[in-house]
Structures are given as C-alpha cells and as structure tokens.
C-alpha cells in the first residue's frame, strides 16, 4: 500500500505544501491505522502553515503533515486493539496529533467515533471538529425563540451551523457574509435576512429590515471592524458570544464600552470549552449524534483533492470557499 500526504519542511505560503510519498504508517498498540476518505482543513492550519499563529498546540516540529480532522476506514489494527474496529467507518480529531492530510493515518482506537452504514465521511469531518465547536458556542450563548440572533460569516463551516441551529431555537436569525454570492447561501441556509458585510452600510440594511426590534445576541468569529459593527447592532442589555478573529486582529472593545452598551461579551472557545462538563469529547458526540438523527447538517464546500491542499489554503485564506473545505485523496 502507497501513503501519500502533504508536507510542510518550512514555514510559508501555500507554496510549501508539498504532495509526497511517504512510508506507511504502523499503529502502536492500542491504535488503528485509517484509510482516509475525507480530511479537514481548518483556518488555524493556515496559519500554522505560515508560521504566525499556532492555537493551543504550540509549534509544530518541521517537517510535519498537517491536520487534525480525518474520516475513513480501519484497515489495519495495532497490538492489544479491540478486533471489531478492523473494516469500521470511523472519525477521529487528532488533537494534539497532526498528520491528517494525508492518504492513511494513525489514531488511538479510544479517540475514534464509529459512523454508520454508509456514511457521508465529509460531514462526519465537518462535525467532529467544527460541529462540537459549533454546539459549544450555542451552549454559551443559550438561544431561545424570544432572540433575534446575528451571525457574522455566515455562510462559512462554522457558521452555516450557527444559522441552523439557531432556526431549531425558533429565534429570528440574521446571517451576514462577505459578497453577494455568499449571501446568497445564507438565504439558502434559511436565514430570516441575509446581509453583504463588504457593502459599508449593511448596519443600517439591518435597523431597516428589523423595523424596530433589536439584536439580542450576536454570534461573532470574524472580529476587526466587522465584529466591532456587529457589537455596535447589539441591544442594550444584550448578548455577544466570539469565536475566533478570522479577520487577522480581535474586535476593539474595552471596558467602557461594556459600561455604556450594557452588552454581556462571552468568549465560548478556549479554556470555556475545553473546561465544560463533558469535554469537548462530549461535544464532538453530541455533533455526530445530531448529523446521525438529521437535524444538523453541515454545508461542505466542494471537496479538493489531497494533493490540491495549497489550493485548498489558497481559497480558505482568500474567502472564496462556503461551509466546511475537506480533502480527499
């Protein structure tokens, strides 16, 4: 059997992801090796990639294969490992691992999340990471059907599942995306209105079309301008949850500003999310468990082939892809 994967010997730009053959990997006792159908590619491996930012996994050692997210097939088992895994479609978030982009991987066996017949490994990618990312900040922000509830990048991985299950709430849902074409996605995506946050008065589209109501929560993972103007739409007295900062710097906000807004401002990921009952393990549980009884469903973006992973980070960083971007090999 041939490995493929994609390395990285140096920080950089989407350059220096390179499509090589590798030894196959050997599981270690108590692991299982994958064959992988789908793998996730995640806006912090861009930023690793470039050596800029490395969330809470620290550096990585060059060269390395990137990835966390992998969906497959066991087709070889280690010493010591529980034989009915062997031929079984699985998930797994690698964690601290990395090593995902790649055509098999290695995995412990108690980290996997067995998947049905005949299962869409893609989604099952987008809801082990993004999805438990996605419960966990619905379970900050708690949601009813009293909220009018505004999402910034809408119709990206994360937040196409915000925009859903907010509509499972009953609560009045505002999805706003950088263009027309993403904005069209997001009326897909059954948002109550969808708004284009590169047109300067989007702000105002919104009071307009509200006619009076107000925003009571706001879902934010973009930050910069952005997220200060969806802070700004917020009610007095109302609810902002952040996520991440995909806009390069943090929303500017200070003390004062809370003080004369009277918004609560809550960060659901981090120590929060790792710290909850259940773990994040529980999360990712809950994900797959909601994608097996339909009542989430992920939007993924076309699949790129394994070997087009630059090409895949290329279009990630340049905003051009809708819901979650997966590789297959």
């Known amino acids: ?38 793998a996730g590619v995640h806006l912090l491996d861009t930023s690793i990639r470039q050596g800029t930012s490395f ?20 087709d070889q088992l280690g010493a010591d490992t529980d034989p009915s895994w062997l031929g ?56 009813t059907a009293d909220d009018v509830a505004l999402v910034t990048a809408a119709a990206g991985g994360l937040g196409a599942l915000l925009v859903e299950a907010l509509r499972a709430t009953g609560a009045t849902v505002v999805g706003a995306a950088g263009g027309p074409a993403k904005v069209r996605v997001v009326e897909q995506l059954g948002a109550d209105l969808a708004v284009d946050y590169t047109e300067d008065d989007w702000p105002d589209r919104v009071r307009k079309v509200l006619d ?41 906000l200070d003390a004062e500003d809370l003080f004369a807004s009277g918004v609560t401002v809550t960060a659901a990921v981090g120590p929060r999310m790792m710290s909850r ?13 909601e994608l097996a009884a339909g009542r989430l469903t992920p939007l993924v973006n076309p699949p790129f082939a394994l070997a087009d992973a630059a090409a895949a980070h290329r279009a990630l960083e340049g ?5 979650k971007v997966v590789l297959v090999p």
């Not at 905003?319 to 819901?323: A, L």
């Open 319 to 323: 905003r051009g892809t809708t819901g």
């Open 55 to 74: 969330g809470p996994f620290g550096p990585p050692e060059l060269p390395m294969t990137p990835g966390r997210e992998v969906a497959g097939v066991v």
């Open 212 to 252: 009076g109501r107000e925003i009571t929560l706001v879902l934010d993972g973009v930050g910069g301008a952005i997220g200060r103007r969806a802070f700004e739409l917020a009610s007095q007295g109302g609810r902002m949850v952040l996520f991440g900062y995909s806009d390069g710097a943090p929303m500017p």
């Open 1 to 38: 059997m041939t490995t493929h994967a994609i390395r990285q010997h140096q920080f950089g730009g989407p350059e220096v992801l390179r499509y090589e053959e590798v030894p196959d990997p050997e599981p270690s006792p108590g692991q299982v090796r994958i064959a992988v159908r789908a």
């Open 88 to 143: 079984r479609p699985v998930v797994v978030h690698l964690g601290q691992a990395s090593g995902g982009y790649a055509s098999t991987v290695v995995a412990a066996a108690e980290d996997l999340f067995p998947l049905g017949d005949e299962p869409d490994f893609a989604a099952a990618v987008a809801m082990v990471g993004t999805g438990r990312t996605a419960l966990g900040i619905i379970e900050t922000a708690e949601p």
């Open 277 to 289: 009952p259940g773990g994040i393990r529980g999360l990712a549980q809950q994900a797959l468990a």
